[in-house]
């Protein structure tokens, strides 16, 4: 049965477009469109419903991160109380299985699934701890992004302090009476927010937002958004068939665990030290066709040499953008390509990501 | 004769003397969202009845747009290729796509009226 979060009134109330994503009932756009909200999100603040993505809170001590350290390929030690990184779940051919955010809590860990993955995550994750440890997918909380550049101002009106994070940091706050978690991070490529909440408070604090001045945006214009900041989109850009080295998100993987042990640590090492032979890079179409995923790719000399994984128009740099895989030696910046759209070869380059500039708070360098 | 005829395809089609305007309806753009991408026929081409006669695209994807008639393309209209956003804004007034020399006039006689094609959009989208 196709599941509902605890907006979905709220969403039919505000003219959601609804549609199934990763088995949940999803708003992809409201009365707005999806350019509209693109650039409300960027000039002002958006609220995302993104509660269908897994909350799984592993309970347990210092031998949970010798464990968890097992499993993902980042310097856990390392990683301060509420401090979040981005991780992959990876098997031994170090193909990605999910791509995750991962918080320190005091009581163990966080780690935020995509919907699509996050039973089979559980699953993996339970069995490669040997059921030593508390594992919970929370199912009675909730989970809103607050994005953009008001959102920091929005928010710490009704919950002190926030506005204090810093990027991929967060905290335990109070909204009325009630705990909730936040973290200073997002899918945008602005500065925002990820909220979790109790499912029956939930509505009343998105109501709250929507009050001072947040509107509610959809997951259409939340892939435009992640497309123009240039992040992978799991099932699209990155999968069981591509590996974080060939994704080009060498800088998730911790420096000092490339010799350690973790699930794919040889073929990572390899790769690190020999190269890959297709890599993820950004692509930009010269005019204004759209080259969406599975779109052949193709050098000067007219060689299929790879495929698009993701591309749209980007609202914000008002141009036709794109992302894929290409043979590593067409991945140099400025490589002309052509990519094949309804028979025609059209003009393209490899290009920087991301195609928007992000505005993080104190941002780590860290893409 | 000016008045304006509808396809199943979600074309409207105006007829004076025998050059017809065709572009695509309101209706059609609602469901298609924000329009962010317009392929038009080469003018000089000639295009057949329930052929495909260009391409929008909109955030979401890529649509065809068919002819709903035979003719010869005389004239495209090149503002909405620069400027997609305007088929949203007036799809059935400035931001029509082309124009035909019609081959049969009878071809006319399968499309809809207003009323009929306003039936048609509205059953068709529930």
Redesign the interface.
Known sequence: MIKKTSLYNLHKKHNAKLIEFAGYEMP??YKD????EHKFTRSNCGIFDVSHMGQLFIYGKENLTKDLENIFPIDLKKLNLNQSKYSFLMDENACIHDDLIITKISEGYLIILNAACKEDDLRIIKKKLNNNYDLQLKEDLSLIALQGPRAKDILEKKVEGVSKLKFMNGGNFKFSDINIFITRSGYTGEDGFEISIKNNYVEKFVEEMLSNGSKMIGL?ARD?LRMEAGLCLYGNDIDKNTTPIEANLKWAISKNRIDTNYPGSKIIKKQIQSGVEKIRVGIKPEN???A?GNTKIFSNEDKEIGKITSG??G?SVDH?IAMGYVNNQYSDLNTKLFLEV?GKKIPANVCNLPFYKKNYFKGEINV | MSDIKYSKEHEWLKLDGDIATIGITKHATEML??I??A?LPEKGSSVEKNGTAG?V????A?SDVYTPISGEVVDTNQTI?DD??KINADPEGEAWFFKLKIKDIKELDALMNKDDYDKFAKESSQ
């Open positions: 992809i756009q469109g999806i350019i509209q259409g435009t204004r066709v759209i969406r749209t128009f609202p036709s309804r | 969202g924000d962010v991408f392929e391409v695209e909109s955030t979401k890529a290729v997609p956003s």
